[in-house]
């Protein structure tokens, strides 16, 4: 039996699954409700394009670097 | 794909406000330079003064003091441990660990320890919000131990996130006071040290972007007394504008140091400053609010009601 791999994102310290195939940086932005002028996706270290698109068996890490307080 | 602007090679990394593609090795170069840039463009400092970073652990802070130390500067950190559960603890380790690998002197406050109580604690007997008196706190604590330890500049890593966020709420009620004192540079006076700002050009998504490609292990969990901050909604607003026409925020903060500020500096109000009697500590009352708060906190006295901010 074949595993199904998903798209993982790990944001604030939480590990989110995406069942989709294949997202665009973007998509997945917008699903966390999140905006390109302030976050940002890094796949092994290196930082991508919000059109870049990410697949499934990918990990990616999403940095939001608006702050408050 | 874009082309990094300096080699030619291909990158993801873009800067819409300044049109510009760079590879990582490229930005972080842009990255420093412009922070020293910064530096000279309001004279905030020179490689013969010693400064003191207030560094919380966080990407910004981290990055300052990283910046700072590459560029030759003589930058020592401070760390306050707020108490604030696992969020101090790891921010914590995480100060001394980046401490360890640049090699450099950091300084830690342990508020439990050297105030006698936490933030948590704090916020169970105070009217004010949490911001509020830890904000205070802050500001007590570095100005104490730039003076106890010799340094005569304070800096922080406030961004231009930061600076447009307050920019905006101080605009939208004209509070000429806190304006004529939104500079990055505010010269030492009164016993207070000199306080300076290198971020305050450079986007909170640089600063970001930055940590990553330097390796900056910092902590990614917000205070939680964060969530739902004045600030946090200003600069959601206001990245809506950004995202709309690139380069409005450091229009907006740009053109108020060029145009408003030498309007308006001179009306910083002239306050008269005395010795805490009891810390020594420059305050604009017998007692300073810092030895009012310790006082409240240990004796359960009835806070006055003229409490003022001591610190310009
Ligand atoms: S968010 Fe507020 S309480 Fe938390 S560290 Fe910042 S100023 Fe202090
Ligand atoms: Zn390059
Ligand atoms: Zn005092």
């Avoid at chain 2, 007394?225 to 600030?231: C, D, I, K, L, V």
């Avoid at chain 2, 229009?251 to 810390?279: A, G, H, Q, W």
Wanted: hydrophobic content about 35%; charged content about 30%; overall charge positive.
């Amino acid at each position: 039996m074949q595993v199904k791999e998903k798209i993982y994102v790990l944001y604030r310290g939480k590990k989110i699954e995406f069942e989709e195939e294949k997202m665009k940086v973007k998509e997945i932005l917008k699903k966390l409700n999140l905006s390109g002028e302030y976050a940002f996706a890094v796949r092994n270290g290196e930082i991508l394009d919000e059109n870049q698109t990410v697949k499934a068996g990918d990990e990616i890490k999403i940095v939001n670097a608006i702050s408050g307080g | 794909m874009k082309k990094c602007l300096k080699c030619g090679i291909r990158t993801n990394i873009y800067i819409p406000q300044h049109r510009l593609a760079l590879c990582p090795e490229h930005y972080i170069n842009w990255f420093e330079a412009r922070t020293q840039r910064t530096i000279e463009e309001f004279k905030m400092f020179q490689k013969t003064d010693r400064i003191l970073v207030a560094v919380s652990g966080g990407k910004d802070s981290l990055s300052l003091w990283n910046v700072l130390v590459k560029l030759g500067y003589e930058a020592d950190g401070l760390h306050i441990n707020l108490g604030i559960s696992e969020y101090s603890e790891i921010s914590e380790i995480k100060t001394r660990n980046f401490a360890q690998r640049i090699g450099r002197k950091l300084h830690i406050v342990d508020l439990g320890r050297d105030f006698g109580r936490t933030i948590p604690q704090i916020k169970e007997n105070e009217r004010r919000p949490p911001c509020s008196f830890c904000g205070t706190l802050k500001r007590y604590y570095m100005n104490l131990y730039a003076r106890e330890y010799g340094y005569n500049v304070l800096a922080t890593a406030h961004n231009l996130d930061d600076e447009v966020s307050v920019l905006m709420l101080n605009t939208l009620s004209w509070n000429i006071e806190y304006l004529s004192r939104q500079f990055p540079v505010l010269p030492e006076e009164n016993g207070f040290a000199r306080k300076v700002k290198p971020f305050c050009k450079m986007s909170e998504k640089e600063a970001a972007m930055y940590a990553v490609l330097a390796q900056i292990d910092y902590i990614e969990d917000e205070c939680p007394f964060a969530e739902g901050s004045t600030t946090l909604h200003y600069k959601k607003l206001i990245s809506q504008l950004e995202e709309k026409s690139p380069g409005t925020k450091l229009r907006f903060y740009s053109e108020f140091l060029s145009k408003m500020y030498p309007v308006i500096k001179d009306r910083r109000p002239k306050t008269s400053i005395n010795r805490c009697k009891s810390c020594g500590e420059p305050t604009q009352s017998e007692i300073c609010m810092i030895c009012r708060m310790r006082n409240n906190l240990l004796y359960g006295k009835l806070q006055t009601s003229t409490d003022k901010a001591d610190n310009p």
